[in-house]
């Protein structure tokens, strides 16, 4: 199995422009997560999916903020205008209901800088 | 509302030295609680969790973790360090209400560092 699947890697931005990240869960994975670490807030919860629909949004910061999930193999979380203060790591995990949902499966993340 | 917290940002260890990390948390009812692991440019980790039954649970690379439920602990153990076992280490902790189903509550993060 391939793991959870990220890209880009790295992404370097100026303010204003439009990021969009992507993430492939495990096949069979049922439960798809995005989240943000940073060194002053640590690991954030921005949303999550339970087949393809979103459940929580509450950790998203702003309406610059968007999540999608099209099919249960592809989600992306879009920044649109982004801003400096966005700059973090943005994880994507994923996890199955037949087991313990929270056994959560991290993708390697992106790594956005925003100038 | 569920919470987690870890009180030490650092702990420092000597290798072939016990390691403890420490967790505390908050939560109504019973908790389903864990441990992950983040090594250097990495995502997470899962270590270990503790769901029910034995207090005691056993986990990936030699790590183990007791459930205290009068202390409400879940403290990381590991009875002889490694140098590779340096990385940052979060303890999270679900509630078992429906609309938490699935979302977990990760704490700060501890970083450990083993020296030689």
């Known amino acids: 199995d391939a793991g959870v699947i990220q890209s880009p890697r790295h992404e370097v931005t100026e303010m204003g422009q439009e990021v969009t990240l992507r993430c492939k869960p495990i096949s069979g994975h049922d439960y798809l997560f995005w989240y943000r670490q940073t060194m002053m807030r640590g690991l954030e919860l921005l949303i999550y999916f339970n087949n393809n629909v979103p459940i929580d949004d509450s950790g998203m910061p702003e309406d610059r903020f968007s999540a999608k999930m099209p099919n249960a193999s592809f989600s992306t979380l879009k920044i649109q205008p982004s801003e400096p203060r966005d700059s973090a790591v943005y994880f994507c995990?994923?996890?199955?209901?037949?087991?313990?949902?929270?056994?959560?499966?991290f993708g390697p993340g992106t790594r956005l800088l925003v100038l | 509302a569920q919470s987690v917290a870890q009180p030490e940002d650092q702990v420092n260890v000597a290798e072939g030295n016990p390691l403890t990390v420490k967790c505390t948390y908050s939560?109504?009812?019973?908790?389903?609680l864990f441990w992950y692991v983040q090594y250097p440019n990495r995502g997470l980790q899962f270590l270990l969790k503790y769901i029910t039954g034995d207090n005691l649970v056993k986990g990936s690379y030699g790590f183990e973790a007791e459930f205290n439920k009068s202390q409400t602990s879940f403290h990381l153990k590991k009875p002889s360090a490694l140098v590779s076992d340096s990385a940052l280490y979060f303890c999270?902790?679900?509630?078992?209400?429906?609309?938490?189903?699935?979302?977990?509550?990760f704490g700060a993060g501890t970083q450990v560092v083993v020296t030689p």
């Open positions: 939560v109504s009812g019973n908790p389903y």
């Open positions: 995990a994923s996890s199955q209901t037949s087991s313990v949902p929270e056994t959560q499966y």
């Open positions: 999270a902790v679900r509630g078992l209400s429906t609309d938490s189903w699935g979302k977990l509550q």
